[in-house]
């Protein structure tokens, strides 16, 4: 058998990469999980061509993923349910794990694999409540607090999609892709979720007064930051892409966050890195041209 070409070998590299990758979002059933929401038969919630299949199908999403939940850390109700409930510093990747399956699942699976995935949240929903460390009591099936993750979310999502895809939406895209997400927002419980850009934007605003700084939240931004538990190699590329998710921050969120404003720093070094490293995972994960086993 001859040495693999250039190609080839190349081609190994990627899909090691990918499987690693694939391995670390989707867990250690990704080949399995992935023909149950991709591959399997059946109607699905959205078309092909509908924006959120565009959004969240991009690279981007690794970025607007981190961007979500700084954001989401900063209404103190939302963080103490996370920092009560959900074993994120000692399991990360279980988190991201069943947040990316309930994307892909509902983005993209049959309606009855979405419909599955959206009772599953809910049923745990119904588990997540107590008071907060200001004396203030609090629910994961609270409306007003749904609405607040899921808005944190879309923006997010959407707000790196445009920065570092390909091919950025229209105005009209833009209102698609947030419509196509307040549908999925309803089956969990949100009531009015906003349906255009926006409203999406005015919703966002009506929350800043609730929203601050704890002693949870900055926990939390230490921990998704700084303390990544990764090897070194990985724990690299992790840090690059929290470079380039720092730079999306609104500026409002800074001081409560405990994150610097370095605006040329931003433009001219970080955002471009947003770009490479999105450009690397897109690439990374991409179905090689060339059948290995023809090597």
Do not use: C
């Not at 990747?93 to 959206?118: C, H, M, N, Y």
């Not at 998704?224 to 409002?252: D, E, M, R, S």
């Not at 370095?262 to 059948?291: D, N, Q």
Request: hydrophobic share 45%; charged share 25%.
């Amino acid at each position: 058998m001859k040495p693999p070409d250039n190609k080839v070998a190349i081609a190994r590299v990627r899909e090691k990469i990918a499987t690693n990758l694939r391995a670390r979002v989707v867990g250690p059933n990704a080949n399995q999980r992935t023909y149950e929401i991709m591959d399997a038969p059946g109607e699905r919630w959205f078309a092909e061509d509908r924006p959120i299949r565009l959004v969240h199908g991009d690279a981007s999403m690794f970025i607007g993923g981190l961007r979500a939940l700084l954001l989401q850390s900063l209404h103190p109700l939302a963080m103490a349910g996370v920092a009560n409930y959900s074993d994120y510093r000692k399991d990360p990747w279980g988190r991201l794990q069943r947040t990316a399956d309930f994307l892909a699942a509902t983005s993209f699976g049959p309606a009855d694999e979405a419909q599955k995935i959206v009772d599953r949240v809910k049923a745990v929903h119904l588990k997540v409540n107590g008071v907060a460390s200001d004396g203030r009591k609090y629910s994961a099936t609270d409306p007003h607090l749904l609405k607040w993750v899921h808005v944190a979310e879309i923006d997010s999502f959407l707000w790196t999609y445009q920065k570092f895809s390909k091919a950025p939406l229209d105005q009209a895209g833009r209102d698609g892709y947030v419509k196509d997400a307040a549908f999925v927002a309803r089956q969990v419980g949100v009531v009015d979720p906003p349906e255009t850009e926006a409203e999406m934007r005015a919703v966002i605003q009506s929350y800043r007064p609730e929203l601050k700084s704890t002693r949870e939240s900055r926990d939390a931004t230490k921990y998704l930051l700084f303390k990544p538990p990764l090897p070194g190699a990985a724990k690299i590329a992790y840090w690059l892409l929290v470079l380039a998710t720092i730079a999306t921050l609104p500026i409002w969120t800074r001081i409560p966050l405990r994150v610097p404003y370095l605006p040329i720093v931003e433009r001219v070094i970080l955002r471009p890195l947003g770009y490479m490293m999105t450009a690397a995972i897109r690439w990374v994960t991409s179905t090689p041209v060339e059948k290995l086993s023809d090597s």
